[in-house]
């Protein structure tokens, strides 16, 4: 089974797998919430606005050029972070719950960030470490 292999696809997969990870915590049940999108505005404006995060690990993947490997830990840490905001949102105890689905792709976004920052300071650190030092 062969991966991904234009930075369109790479995008476009990452952006899906974000939406399915929304979805499917909903629908195994580790969401409060008890059903899916019930009209196909509320499900298109959730797929649309849910595959920000996405994106957003997408991109980065896509930047690191076609032999670069799948940010992994990042998209590890942006899929917990979706499961965390997927199984707060319970709009029947809470009517503000609705603002999740508004927040929520940003704050996963600012959380995949924070992956990436951290994979890439890693990969700085563990390159760095690898250097001789040229100092006399």
């Known amino acids: 089974m062969r991966g991904p292999r234009s930075s369109a696809e790479k995008v476009a997969a990452c952006a899906v797998g ?12 580790f969401s409060p919430r008890r059903n899916l999108p019930a009209t196909v ?18 991109a ?8 670069g490997r799948f940010p992994l830990f990042t ?5 917990g972070a979706l499961v965390w905001a997927a199984h707060s949102f ?4 809470d009517p503000l719950a609705a603002l999740t689905i508004v927040f929520a792709p940003l704050v ?3 959380v995949a960030l924070g992956g990436i920052l951290l994979t890439l300071g890693a990969e700085y650190l563990r390159r760095r470490a690898g250097r001789p030092d040229a100092s006399p």
């Not at 998209?75 to 899929?79: C, K, M």
Request: net charge negative.
């Open 18 to 29: 974000a939406v399915a990870v929304w979805f499917l915590t909903i629908a195994v049940g």
């Open 41 to 58: 505005g509320q499900a298109v404006f959730e797929v649309a606005w849910l595959a920000f995060p996405g994106l957003v690990v997408g």
């Open 60 to 67: 980065f993947w896509a930047s690191r050029g076609p032999g």
């Open 75 to 79: 998209a590890l840490v942006t899929a």
């Open 90 to 93: 319970d709009i029947q105890a």
């Open 108 to 110: 996963v976004a600012c």
